[in-house]
């Protein structure tokens, strides 16, 4: 029995202490005056009845009711109720407020003040519902003035007394005509929730919550606001109920009042709750209704609270079967140490969580960790005490659960079932009787009172509590009686892991090979046990292969001892490293426990005397310093000697079966002996007690040696204890803290001993093992309850076992050394090519794997070929490894990694893994930009000064200080050391070599027009004979003409036209002959019809050092004038003409971008005042006349005049009219202009802005004229509106930077158009391609799906950034199809415009899809218009910090992806691609080197001297050793290639349509980089002497892609035709005939065949399946006539009807121009789902019916106005739908909808609302919806 009530208080305002604050309260009366003796009076109850502040009110409120829980010294709850009710104040009172300067409103008038005044219960109980109608009854009797004595109902209250627990139900009365009662509960450890946990829920709801319910299990502060007193101790008890059976020990004030605000600032976790009023800035989380009358004491009767208080415990039994679930199985885990005389229990964590497979659970872990689970192993891990809902839940309805996962309905049951016995547990007796508590009369608070409540008589009440005292004294005393019985354990762990799928449970046929292995060991086979070694290292990657190597070990030691000869040592000594080294340093399955007895077992005779265990070869694992890891074991082994003391005990007085007692488990003996402790005599308790301290005390001496074991290493005499972390000696350092490095057994040779610090040195470790076992001792024997005298003989002994330990290792030390060294495998030596000379010796070092699967092994199955032993090679020109792979499976391969050392962009020091090698002591990573990786460790025997002197080494060939120190002058220099001294200058002066370079430009001009042909792109066989013959005749007269002292163009004979001797300028001159682009001089013949000719103004470089000495310009502009309009561009790259179209006629120029004054004079600011002329008006005219001068060149301008309008164009213009290009070029326009308009679908619909890159700058005027939508609108006087010009396109348009044209303003008299745009930068770019590199070669594997392949190289952005640029070179394309020329000026003009210039040739010009054509755009474009090779590729120490930037390889890329595309229009393969990237960055040639043709000129690089005589092996330029590869190997040719004449290609640019380059992801361990061809080859002379032995010889060969290069081993049908016609004419005749010629004359006689079977025909055999396949594969957009409607036509064969019928020629490819535009929305084949659906307008707009239609095609979500619109109002990009949920209606939603047919559609912008017409179309839309994104 206890008291209902402790305390009764009376609290006022207290009116002496009253100032401009917050007022005081103060305890007018308190009863019982004197404390209890069991329960002292709690201080500062005054705070709490008004936690907001005791203050004045101007209006007298309704009384309130609250409950606010204080918690004291003893961590037991004491329950204050609360009733509070308002009083008038005293005259004066009023009179001296009125006096006080206040800061608070003034108050309407005296009368209306009111004082709170507060009835408070103090009680241990949790009745809120007695306590809130006894003190209402007591205002009751106050307020309608009953003639009651308040005396008597307080003294009633005070001595009624009530059971504790026991579901009891007892009704009282406090003398005043009332009957309550009061029900107690059955089980007193389940907590009591009433309606809490529900309202709970329906406040925050089921997130917040779970929320708070995570945040309170992992120990974060919770703080609750609100409104409401009562609310806030309601949400409190609800989280707690949710806990059980957890029990929350930080701090807990559901209610803390004002004054104690800064307890909010304490460190530790809390559950607080706060009034609303003190966080002004903080909302309310839910407004609901309820608050209002939360507080109120006597709410209204309407409210029902049945159906919440079972919903409330319905909650509740959801949350209790979740702890099941959690908790299952936590017996099993439960560590017993102690019996007597009080159970000591441990949980052992790691077991737990290894055994459920949760070790990477993060949120059980720290629930674990918490102190609300120590209380909890605190509470119910005693094996003997009373039970509870939750025991029972966890002991017998596991299988219950199990059962129910699948279930929905037996879940729901089961659920229900908890939930009435949780309510049955509060309401034992459903049927109460009825309460009878006299309550007030309606509105009585609002009647004027005419006397405050009284003070009550203090004798009458204390005369109460006597005469109940002396009651209690002569009743008996109560007993609680508790029904204790043994706590049921439970179903066993591994029922639990089956069902969970956790621990993959290895196949049989792999435990028996560990079987087998073990047992060859043991009988001495040890060929088959190496044999079956490999099979056992992958096999003991699983848990139950590695409990399986322990079991039978264990099976091998007799009597604590297996000693074994050396070679079975160092065998089992590997399988125990092996072992280790896959488990954590938690040991979560035992194995670590299961071999610390065999590491003591296991040992050798080292000689006689002297035995090595194998401990000290197993101490690099962190396991053996872990703390958590020795405790666990401790008591493990504590728990086995206790139930083995007790099971010992009863078979001496019993006779009972000892299979039986075998099967129980401590736990339950335990259980029994608690059971029979009390009937024991005090004698056998001590007894007891004595025998278990010294079980413990024998356990803590046995494990200090043990950790001595395993924590001294082998060699004291060097400091190597916890390698790279001092943890082991810090003392400060905490129980779980994890120490990196363990100890490592060396061999290497001991310090001299002589030297007299072996002493200092072995103490120093002595002393940090010494410190590690104290603190472990201490923590152990403290939990177990050791006495003092023991802990202090412990603390004796621990040195002295320690000394004698590091004696005994000495000794074994020594021994040890004179041991034979392991052999290890000969270092293999790579292949090197003429001229490149080792640096610096093969370092023996361990290839790491660095992330790619393919190398693994992992994704294609078989044995890893990584890691690798072998050697690290620096040479001139690479870094190479090679060696074998350390798995015996496939350690016959070799393994070949290597890249160019111009290549490196990053070199750092690397950790390397413990378990790769026992010796390895650091490590080095290497990342080329050439996407190799060297992750390489190295040996033991590889000093740290030889590895620092490597890396020097690296550093200073990968950074010379100047050109002549990289690789391609050095091996020049090498090889001419023997050669004779010339006498000659070879860098004559820059006069020198201009004369010759216009004399010499002249020639080739002037006899080149005599003999220009048109290119014709088919008659590959013609074209090759007849340039060979022009080109032989150029070498002859330019050699006959110059003369001896100067440099000549080229010294080779006619074969060899294409090699590094054919300078740039001449080339130059070569194409700008093919186009027809202007003459030297106008002395020439045809000067006057040109309207371009060939400036020499930089024949000096003084204009623009950066660009060649030859440019075409304008014919009518003069040199002068040249470097005038030069000083406007960014590094004087003024414009100049690099293309013509040969149908259109139209120019390609390029330049710099324009400066700032540039700018304002070439666009005149209309509000710019001119006070006269100036030089910027005269350079602004000059550059207006140059870009005139442009515009007239061409002749479909040049014809016009004045006005660039429609009008004025010719009707009829070759191929096109101008009205039928003009939406698509408009389309084009805006999309790349970044406009609003027309995108939807189409492939260019993708190229919108995002976060990541800005979108592109907008200029609507070009767009919108080029789009023809400015109609001609008559003016009211019959002329044409300023406002609507004629639609026009100019005759040239300027592409340049955003940010340079900002604010520019159109003159519409100018015949040139500016389209704006923001392309990425050059820092983009670097970093693009840094993020590209880790995506395709990371450095190791990883498992966060965040940093998977796919979405690193989507964070990389090199996609977009190809992209982009793809669809600014088609609009160019387009723009010069249509007869516009195009100026292209991007930053400095020489990175991102040489790009895009590039891009337009090649896709405009078919020249320049040859093998000759593609040379020569490089070399015209990149190297003469002066990319910065040098500047971006940082090739000496100069520009080192500038980094890598692979401007180059990005344009690469992009002829890549067009490439395959169109794989039959290049001549040249893929392989020539990846060829040229690869050399582009190894600088093994001159060719890449140098930032122009003037620093090549100064270097000397770009001539040579006349008669400089090569060596054969020693080519300068790539191009010329490209061309002796491509003579004797067709890998650089397309079979493929037939070109289209005059095809302009127009290649898919969006993001999907691009492919990852196989060069940056591909590579061939077997024989490295494929590139340096005489390397292959060598390595093609190896393979036969490899296979010279006497076993039959098969053709058969594994290619396995991730060693070999597939396409080498298996090439394709025409090579391999090739090769073998090439082996029977080497029978026939010495010298074969070339593979070209050969192929050439195959292709002619099979056209000849084709044409004379059937002339109807017009495909060829080698062509027509490659077109009419890409032709298929191709969605073309044909123009209708009207607007910019285009309409879908998907090709089915090489032939269709959508022919556009003036198109020509060109119109063979179905108006592939076409291709970017916009799909038409009529059209059905897009069109996944649609139908209506009401749609929300954003901003408050209201509902309208919408026409949706779902595109799976291009995974958008369109609306239109109606199922007929063809015009589409919005798209959803479904790319950024983040979740579809359910939705609810809002104002103006539609009428008579079910509830359940609304439904949101979340992305990154917005929220969209939607309704559909019903709940069926509702789901089908979500489903259809949900589709599309599962199949994105």
Known sequence: MARLADYFLLVGYDLNKRGSSIGQGRILQRFPEKDWEDNPFPQGIELFCQPSGWQLCAEKNPPTFFIAVLTDINSERHYCCCFTFWEECAQNVIDQRDGEAEEDAPLPSAAQLYAPKTLVLVSRLDHPEVFRDSLGLIYTIHTDGLSISLENVVGNLLTCTIPVTGGSQRTISLGAGDRQVIQTPICDSLPISNCSVALLFRQLGITNVLCLFCAALTEHKILFLSRSYQRLTESCRALLAIMFPLRYSFTYVPILPAQLLEVLSTPTPFIIGVSALFQAETQDLVLDPSLQIADLAFPPSSITTSTLRMQDMEVRAVFLRLFAQILQGYRCCLQLIRVHPEPVIRFHKASFLGQRGLVEDDFLTKVLEGMAFAGFVTERGPPYRSLDLFDELVAYDVQKIQYQVGSQKNLMKHVQELAEKLYRNENPYPAVSMHKVQRPSEGSYLRPQSKAFPLLDESSIQWILDQAAAKMQNAPPAVRSEKKCMVPPGPPIAAIVERNGSALANSNRRLEVVRNCISYIFENKMLEAKKLHPAVLRALKGRAARLCLTQELNLHVQQNRAVLDHQQFDFVIRLMNCCLQDCTSLDEHSIAAALLPLVTAFCRKLSPGITQFAYSCVQEHLVWTNMQFWEAMFYGDVQNHIRALYVNSEEAESNMDEVEEEERSALELAAEQCRLWPTLPREKQLELIQ??????????????????????????????????????????????????????????????????????????????????????????????????????????????????????????????????????????????????????????????????????????????????????????????????????????????????????????????????????????????????????????????????????????????????????????????????????????????????????????????????????????????????????????????????????????????????????????????????????????????????????????????????????????????????????????????VCWRSPRTKAVLLRSGGLHGKGVAGLFKSPNTASTGPSQTDSTSLEQEKYLQAVVTSMPRYAEMSGRNTLSAFPSAHLYDSPDKRQPKLGSLMKQVMGGKEDIRGGKWGSMRGSGRLSAYGMNSDVGTRLAARELLTPHQNGGPSEGALTPRRAALYIIGDKSQLKGVKQDPLQQWEVVPIELFDVRQVKASFKKLMKACVPSAPSTDPSLSYLRTLEDSEWLLQLHKLLQVSALVVELLDSSSSVLVGLEDGWDLTTEVVCLVQLLSDPYYRTIEGFRLLIEK????????????????????????????????????????????????????????????????????????????????????????????????????????????????????????????????????????????????????????????????????????????????????????????????????????????????????????????????????????????????????????????????????????????????????????????????????????????????????????????????????????????????????????????????????????????????????????????????????????????????????????????
Request: proline share 5%; aromatic share 10%.
């Open 691 to 1136: 025998k278990e301290e010294s079980t413990v005390f024998s356990q803590a001496i046995h494990y200090a040696n043990r950790m001595s074991y395993l924590l001294l290493p082998l060699d004291t005499s060097k400091s190597r204890l916890l390698r790279g972390g001092a943890g082991l000696g810090d003392t400060e350092s905490v129980t779980n803290s994890f120490i990196t490095n363990s100890m490592a057994g060396s061999v290497a040779e001991s310090a001299d001993t002589e030297s007299g610090f072996e002493d200092s040195e072995v103490s120093d470790v002595a002393n940090c093992v010494v410190r590690f076992i104290t603190r472990f001792v201490d923590k152990v024997c403290t939990e177990s309850g050791v006495t003092s005298d023991h802990l202090k003989g412990l603390h004796t002994m621990i040195p002295d076992i320690v000394q004698m330990h590091i004696e005994t290792l000495d000794a074994v030390h020594r021994e040890s050394k004179r041991l034979p060294p392991i052999q290890k495998p000969k270092l293999l030596r790579p292949t090197l090519l003429v001229g490149e000379d080792l640096v610096m010796e093969g370092l023996r070092v361990y290839l790491l794997p660095d992330g790619r699967e393919e190398a693994s092994g992992g994704s294609l199955g078989g044995p890893p070929l990584l890691p690798a032993e072998g050697a690290l090679f620096l040479t001139t020109y690479r870094c190479i490894f090679k060696g074998t792979p350390v798995d015996p499976l496939v350690a016959e391969q070799t393994i070949v990694r290597s890249f160019p050392v111009a290549s490196l962009t990053k070199e750092k020091k690397i950790s390397v893994p413990a378990h790769l090698d026992q010796y390895v002591q650091e490590g080095l990573q290497l990342r080329s930009c050439t996407f190799q990786l060297l992750r390489v460790a190295f040996d033991e025997e590889v000093p740290s000064e030889i590895s620092e002197s490597f890396r020097k080494q690296l550093h200073k060939l990968r950074y010379p200080q100047d050109v002549h120190g990289t690789f391609p002058f050095s091996v020049c220099l090498s090889l001419q050391h023997t050669a004779q001294p010339r006498t000659k200058d070879k860098n004559p002066s820059i006069k020198t070599i201009s004369k010759n370079l216009v004399k010499n430009a002249k020639k080739t001009i002037g006899r080149q027009y005599v003999t220009r042909r048109k290119y014709s792109p088919p008659s590959r066989d013609l074209r090759g004979s007849q340039n060979s013959l022009e080109q032989q005749g150029d070498n002859i007269s330019v050699s006959e003409d110059l003369d001896r002292s100067t440099l000549t163009i080229s010294t080779l004979k006619a074969p060899e036209k294409h090699s590094g001797g054919n300078i740039a300028e001449r080339a130059c001159c070569r194409d700008y002959q093919r186009m027809g682009l202007g003459t030297l001089s106008n002395s020439l013949t045809r000067a006057k019809n040109e309207p371009f000719r060939i400036s020499t103004v930089n024949r000096m470089y003084a204009v623009c050092n950066s660009y060649p000495g030859l440019l075409i310009v304008p014919q009518t502009i003069q040199d002068n004038t040249l470097q005038k309009i030069s000083r406007c561009y960014r590094q004087n790259r003024f414009p100049v």
């Open 1421 to 1832: 474009e990149w190297l003469s218009f002066g990319h910065r090779f040098s500047h971006r590729g940082a090739h000496t120490a100069a520009s080192q910090s500038n980094g890598f930037t692979p401007i180059f390889l990005q344009f690469l890329d992009c002829v890549h992806q067009i490439h395959l595309q169109f794989p039959s229009e290049f001549e040249f393969s893929q392989y020539y691609l990846k060829f040229v990237a690869y050399h582009y960055v190894s600088n093994r040639f001159r060719t890449f080197l140098l930032d122009s043709d003037y620093e090549r000129i100064e270097k000397g690089v770009l001539y040579e001297e006349k008669g400089d005589r090569r060596s054969p092996q020693i080519c300068r330029s790539v191009w010329e050793y490209m061309e002796r590869i491509h003579k004797k190997n067709p890998m650089f040719y397309n079979y493929m290639f037939c070109p289209e004449d005059g095809e302009v290609l127009r290649p898919y640019s969006s993001v999907w349509g691009l492919r990852v380059w196989d060069y940056y992801t591909h590579e061939a361990l077997s024989e490295g980089p494929s590139y340096d061809w005489e390397l292959l080859q060598a390595n093609q002379h190896e393979e036969p002497e490899k296979n010279d032995s006497s076993a039959p010889q098969t053709k058969r060969k594994v290619v396995w892609p991730s060693y070999h290069a597939p396409r080498r081993f298996q090439p394709d049908a025409i090579t391999c035709l090739l090769e073998e016609l090439q082996n029977l004419e080497m029978d026939l005749r010495p010298v074969p005939e070339r593979w070209k010629e050969a192929w050439d004359k195959v292709k002619a006689s099979h056209r000849t065949e084709v044409r004379h079977e059937s002339r109807k025909s017009s495909a060829l055999l080698m062509s027509s399946s490659v077109s009419s396949q890409r032709h298929s594969l191709g969605i073309y957009l044909q123009e209708s006539g009207v607007g910019s409607t285009l309409n879908l036509n998907l090709e089915s064969g090489p032939s269709t009807t959508s022919t556009p019928t003036g198109a020509g020629k060109l119109g063979a490819r179905n108006s592939t121009s076409t291709l970017y535009n916009q799909f038409n929305t009529a059209e059905r084949e897009n069109r996944s789902y649609e139908g209506i659906l009401y749609k929300r307008g954003a901003f408050m707009k209201p509902w309208k019916p919408r026409w949706f239609v779902l595109d799976k095609t291009k995974h958008q979500l369109r609306y239109y106005e109606s199922r007929t619109d063809t015009e589409c109002k919005g798209v959803i990009d479904l790319a950024e739908v983040e979740a579809i949920s359910a939705g609810t209606p809002t104002l103006g939603s539609p009428k008579n909808v079910d509830e359940r047919a609304y439904f949101d559609l979340k992305t990154t912008r917005r929220v969209y609302n939607f309704c559909a017409q019903d709940i069926l179309q509702a789901q089908q839309w979500i489903d259809r919806i949900q589709s599309c994104l599962s199949d994105a």
